[in-house]
């Protein structure tokens, strides 16, 4: 068997060093060694893996110019989710967080069998995956699930977050957005039943709950965001530890909302525990609560809530509604390492 090219990359300014393998791109070859760099989507969507490329030739694969636009590539930044070499590199990485590399796990695949699908509200579902073996991860990462090709029908790969906290290794769930014509959403009513198999790859994600903070926790989310915000709060309250957490969430109509009661029982159970939800489309009559867009819901509420301590912030849901709420929390005053998201971004192709 002909041998494989192999390169060295040098990441600084950690000093890490690690192999990258012909064929593969510099992010997967840091998930297969085990290092967590910082990034999202890993599919050239949301910028999150952005780096400068100090040194080496590279090539990069298709990407959307919203995560890196022809300004930053013409002053050598990369995207390393789609960065392949072609030489020895040295590469600078802009975003990275020591928290991050320390709790690195090693991503695997691993076989899975689905236990249930059953419906949240009309248009989201939760759905339950039995894995061969515990599924080691922080509260707030995601997975890539394949359902295998069967006939005419090619594989389907997409990611999507666990609602399970990761006191559940073997079996996880999963909030899920359906849309009509979705390749794989549109197969959680009748497609995909309890006993189907399917393929969990990672853990991934960046946007995992960080542990003994003591200033207060915010967690935003719209639609089917609440899957790794659910977990970070369940995860939160298995931890004992004591914080102030608001959890807004944006839907459209109250007819969107779900988990009410369980909202009302945390809130019973925790000291300083809010929930916040916003509806875009409220009809003008019967809803007392907040309205318009949950950006909104939290720049009104941060700029009268006495919240003191350092804030630490969780946003997870559609990229329009992280592209707006991360200003408002920057204008709040949350230190950018402090900030952590998820954009459910759409696969390139
Ligand atoms: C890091 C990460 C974590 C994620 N976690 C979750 C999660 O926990 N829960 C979850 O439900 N999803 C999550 N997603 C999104 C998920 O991976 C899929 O993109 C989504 O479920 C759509 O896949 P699909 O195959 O059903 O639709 P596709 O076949 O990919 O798309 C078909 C059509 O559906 C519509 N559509 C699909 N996605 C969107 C969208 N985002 N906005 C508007 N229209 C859309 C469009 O009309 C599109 O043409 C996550 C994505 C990422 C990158
Ligand atoms: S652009 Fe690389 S992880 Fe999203």
């Not at 759905?127 to 090619?154: N, R």
């Not at 039943?193 to 903070?213: N, S, V």
């Not at 969430?249 to 525990?273: C, N, P, V, W």
Request: aromatic share 10%; glycine share 8%; with cysteine.
């Amino acid at each position: 068997m002909p041998l494989k090219h192999m390169h060295t990359v040098r990441l600084e300014p950690v000093g890490i060093e690690m192999d990258v393998e012909e064929g593969e791109t510099v992010l997967e070859a840091a998930f297969r060694q085990g290092i967590a760099l910082m990034h999202g989507c890993k599919e050239g969507q949301c910028g999150s893996c952005k780096s400068l490329l100090v040194e080496g030739d590279i090539e990069l694969m298709k990407y959307s110019t919203f995560a890196l636009p022809d300004y930053e590539k013409e002053t050598d930044h990369v995207l390393l989710c789609r960065t392949h070499a072609y030489s020895d590199l040295i590469v600078e990485l802009l975003n990275f967080d020591e928290d991050l590399l320390r709790r690195s796990i090693p991503v695997r695949s691993y076989e899975a069998e689905v236990r249930a699908v059953s419906p949240l509200t009309q248009d989201i579902r939760l759905l339950e995956v039995a894995i061969e073996a515990p599924l080691k991860f922080w509260a707030g990462q995601y997975v890539d699930l394949t359902i295998p090709a069967t006939g005419d029908t090619p594989a389907i790969t997409r990611s999507f977050s666990m609602s399970s906290a990761p006191s559940s290794p073997e079996v996880l769930s999963f909030i899920i957005k359906k849309y009509p014509d979705g390749a794989f959403s549109a197969r959680l009513d009748g497609g995909l039943k309890p006993g189907d198999r399917l393929t969990a790859k990672g853990p991934y994600g960046t946007c995992f709950r960080r542990e003994a903070r003591p200033g207060p926790m915010l967690l935003i989310g719209g639609g089917s965001g609440m899957s790794p915000l659910w977990s970070m709060l369940a995860d939160h309250i298995e931890s004992g530890e004591q914080r102030p957490v608001r959890f807004f969430y944006g839907a459209r109509t109250a007819a969107d909302l779900f988990y009410l009661e369980e909202f009302a029982a945390i809130a019973r159970g925790l000291d300083d525990f809010r929930f916040i939800p916003a509806l875009s489309d409220a009809p003008p009559e019967g809803w007392h609560g907040e309205r318009g867009f949950i950006h909104e819901t939290v720049r009104r509420y941060l700029a009268t809530a006495q919240l003191g301590g350092e804030i630490d912030a969780y946003a997870c849901g559609p990229p329009a509604m992280i592209d707006a709420v991360l200003p408002v929390l920057q204008m709040a005053g949350v230190e950018p390492f402090n900030i952590h998201f998820d954009k459910f971004t759409q696969p390139s192709s």
